[in-house]
């Protein structure tokens, strides 16, 4: 896991670095400050909102530490602290290498540098202020109501909806850039960035300029509104611990009418439960399905002869378009977590009369189902769109079904290998496992594959090649699924 967090650090500075060298190539050394801010704390966000309420209003920590003389500012405090560090080192992975570049570039005096210490330890307070707050707000609102994890997983995909929203209407007022603003690109690119986040603008030009005392204020007013949401968090936050985690016991239970079921169905019906009763588990795997039905929708409102006549290259929509919604779709299966997922109750399972075969079944098959109707949906949006004929209609229901196929198998071999038991908060099983980077993004990278190895074929072959691939991943996915259920649990 080392390794992985070590590449995906170097790649991360690596593209900074390569963003900063484009941009003072075109002579827009000036952009490059609050332009890496920008992206460093929109990422934090975005990132961060689906992670607060789970980090902060934690289940087993609440239950730890709510018996100790502990005041809840000294609970909040240590976790928001925690965030914070967990956040910085991005942030500097993502300014660092921009501003090593914009420094070889400008030479500039010793007050950039002054302005920089002063000012880049508080990029992180004001993005992960608004993440803890929206998080903070979706969880509270959802603890008052019956089915919390539903609820706050129903906010939380809205949220996430309306910032595509967002980004899409601002692409389409922004979009179209005319000579005058050409000659003034840099002018351009901040006013964007105002429009995006203004506070990035306020420290980038302070730090361009030298202003080592607008740096300090910037820090300053970050760090009052990191505060202050810590405050707010603090004053709730026994509340919302309350709401979430207690409940009420009835004294008038009766038993009802036992029913039997088969144990596939019994075992999938579980797995369900189990997955609506997460929020985080819900969100980080159910927005991949709604984008690729996004995707599909939206191929309905664009003109694709002026689209495929803007890339340097030839591009068949119709041939490209099931893989880019089976990478969607793939983008992160709940398989790749859901034996992680049973953390210290998987002894129940393993206690339990069944098979090795039966209870990976369920949760493939619950991912199989879970995925169907954004399947469905995306495939007959698809069709209106395109309106394929012939061979290409097969291959776009086929392709998609083989990819999901695959990396729901995929996924749960991968989280065989990593299991991680000992877990205390969900975010650590879904977002921070190895199980759920290695095996959640099977499928989509496998997709990404797929289009470079048919952009690289000749037209001729594509129908070969498209059996080809069907064929090899069912294949590889048979291996994969003997292989999974010859495992002793």
Same mark, same amino acid.
């Given at each position: ?11 991360? !500075? ?26 460093? +704390? ?32 000294? /609970? ?23 501003? /090593? ?26 993005? $992960? ?5 929206? #998080? ?8 008052? =109501? ?19 929203? #967002?980004? +899409? ?12 603003? =050409? ?35 910037? !820090? ?59 929020? /985080?588990? /819900? ?7 709604? $984008? +690729? ?72 098959? $619950? ?57 205390? +908060? ?12 290695? #095996?959640? $993004? ?48």
């Amino acid at each position: 896991m080392l390794a992985v967090w070590a590449v995906l650090a170097m790649v991360l !500075a690596v593209y900074a670095g390569g963003l900063s060298y484009g941009l003072t190539y075109l002579g827009m050394e000036e952009v490059i400050p609050p332009y890496l801010i920008a992206l460093s +704390s929109l990422l934090i966000f975005f990132f961060g909102m689906f992670k607060a309420g789970g980090v902060i209003f934690g289940r087993e920590g609440y239950e730890n530490l709510c018996s100790l003389p502990l005041a809840p500012a000294a /609970v909040v405090g240590g976790r928001f602290v925690r965030m914070y560090v967990e956040n910085l080192l991005p942030t500097l992975l993502i300014l660092l290498p921009g501003i /090593v570049i914009y420094a070889r570039a400008v030479k500039p005096g010793m007050a950039f540098y002054l302005a920089v210490l002063l000012g880049i330890w508080a990029v992180p307070l004001l993005p $992960m202020a608004g993440a803890v707050l929206v #998080g903070a707000l979706i969880t509270g609102v959802s603890s008052r =109501m019956r089915r919390k994890s539903l609820v706050s997983s129903a906010l939380s995909i809205l949220v996430v909806l309306a910032i595509f929203y #967002g980004i +899409s209407r601002f692409s389409y007022m922004d979009g179209g850039l005319h000579p005058e603003q =050409m000659r003034e690109l840099a002018d351009t690119v901040f006013s964007l960035l105002g429009k995006v986040y203004s506070p990035a603008v306020w420290l980038g030009r302070a730090l361009t300029e030298g202003r080592w005392v607008g740096s300090l204020g910037w !820090a300053a007013f970050s760090l009052g509104v990191f505060a202050l949401v810590g405050a707010c968090v603090s004053f709730w936050f026994r509340q919302i611990c309350q709401s979430l985690f207690g409940s009420s016991a009835r004294h008038d239970y009766e038993m009802g009418v036992l029913r039997e079921d088969s144990v596939l169905r019994a075992l999938c019906r579980r797995e369900f439960k189990r997955y609506f009763s997460s929020t /985080v588990y /819900v969100t980080n795997t159910i927005i991949g399905p709604i $984008m +690729s039905c996004l995707f599909s929708g939206a191929l309905l409102f664009v003109n694709l002869e002026s689209l495929t006549g803007q890339l340097p290259i030839s591009v068949d929509v119709c041939s490209l378009a099931p893989f880019a919604m089976a990478a969607m779709l793939c983008m992160m299966t709940t398989t790749s977590t859901s034996i992680s997922m049973e953390g210290k109750n998987w002894w129940i399972v393993k206690s339990l009369p069944l098979s090795v075969k039966s209870v990976l079944d369920a949760k493939l098959l $619950m991912n199989l189902l879970l995925l169907l109707p954004f399947y469905l949906l995306a495939e007959l949006l698809l069709l209106l769109a395109l309106h394929p004929g012939g061979a290409e209609l097969v291959w776009m229901f086929l392709l998609p079904g083989v990819i999901i196929l695959f990396s729901c198998v995929y996924g749960l071999t991968v989280n065989l290998h990593f299991p991680v038991m000992d877990w205390e +908060s969900e975010v650590r099983v879904v977002k921070q496992s190895a199980s759920a980077v290695l #095996g959640g $993004m099977g499928g989509f990278l496998v997709s990404i594959v797929c289009v470079a190895v048919f952009l690289a074929t000749p037209e001729a072959y594509a129908n070969i090649l498209k059996a080809a691939l069907c064929v090899g991943m069912l294949l590889v996915t048979f291996l994969l699924y003997r292989r999974n259920c010859g495992k002793t649990l």
